[in-house]
T-cell receptor
Framework: AQSVTQPDIHITVSEGASLELRCNYS??????LFWYVQSPGQGLQLLLK??????LVQGIKGFEAEFKRSQSSFNLRKPSVHWSDAAEYFC??????????FGGGTRVLVKP | GAGVSQSPRYKVAKRGQDVALRCDPI?????LFWYQQALGQGPEFLTY????????KSGLPSDRFFAERPEGSVSTLKIQRTQQEDSAVYLC????????????FGPGTRLTVT
């Protein structure tokens, strides 16, 4: 079955430290890949997306993600986190062109 | 410009009541999506419209759930005879593209069934 896995439910990181969130997908072909962020009471905001081409994609708020076909992964990174990055992050894939399948999310806590 | 809006933002319903959730997509967006997000989980796809045509309703959990977009803009998700398991946040998203487009999400409607 097609699926998206985010292995880490919670991650705690100190302000200024680097962050990496993992995402693995299980699909027959390379789907379109997305990372969204959700702050409390807010809708989902798109951080970045991968459709094709360069496997390292840059997004908003200083985030980047790397697509690795051999590992079926699309991990999200940020070199230095800010307190405002505390939120829930969702990896999502679109394999059929008409709906997103989301992972379970990773909640990021930022320590001062 | 205005984003996707949803109303009401919060809804409390007694078990067995019918509810209607509204989504106003970004003007001109062709595609509209509904997702259900249970507490502590990622959103799950419910249904998809392209203009007024409902092209995919495979995610609707039961025949108590019904969605419409009669004029290709505003959409309503209706849940009949609500059950406790229907408690969730219902997210609406719209996209300017017919396929593989970026989806813009609304703030959601939090439904609590008591």
């Amino acid at each position: 079955a097609q699926s998206v896995t985010q292995p880490d439910i919670h991650i705690t990181v100190s302000e200024g430290a680097s962050l990496e969130l993992r995402c693995n997908y299980s699909y027959g072909a390379t789907p379109y890949l997305f990372w969204y962020v959700q702050s409390p009471g807010q809708g989902l905001q798109l951080l970045l997306k991968y459709f094709s081409g360069d496997t390292l994609v840059q997004g908003i708020k200083g985030f980047e993600a790397e697509f690795k076909r051999s590992q079926s992964s699309f991990n999200l990174r940020k070199p230095s986190v800010h307190w405002s990055d505390a939120a829930e992050y969702f990896c999502a894939v679109d394999a059929a062109g008409n709906k997103l399948t989301f992972g379970g999310g990773t909640r990021v806590l930022v320590k001062p | 410009g205005a984003g996707v809006s949803q109303s009401p933002r919060y809804k409390v319903a007694k078990r067995g009541q019918d509810v209607a959730l509204r989504c106003d997509p970004i003007s001109g967006h062709v595609s509209l999506f509904w997702y259900q997000q249970a507490l502590g989980q990622g959103p799950e796809f419910l249904t998809y419209f392209q203009n007024e045509a409902q092209l995919d309703k495979s995610g609707l959990p039961s025949d108590r759930f019904f969605a419409e977009r009669p004029e290709g803009s505003v959409s309503t998700l209706k849940i009949q005879r609500t059950q406790q398991e229907d408690s969730a946040v219902y997210l609406c998203a719209s996209s300017p593209d017919r396929v593989f487009g970026e989806q813009y999400f609304g703030p959601g409607t939090r439904l609590t069934v008591t």
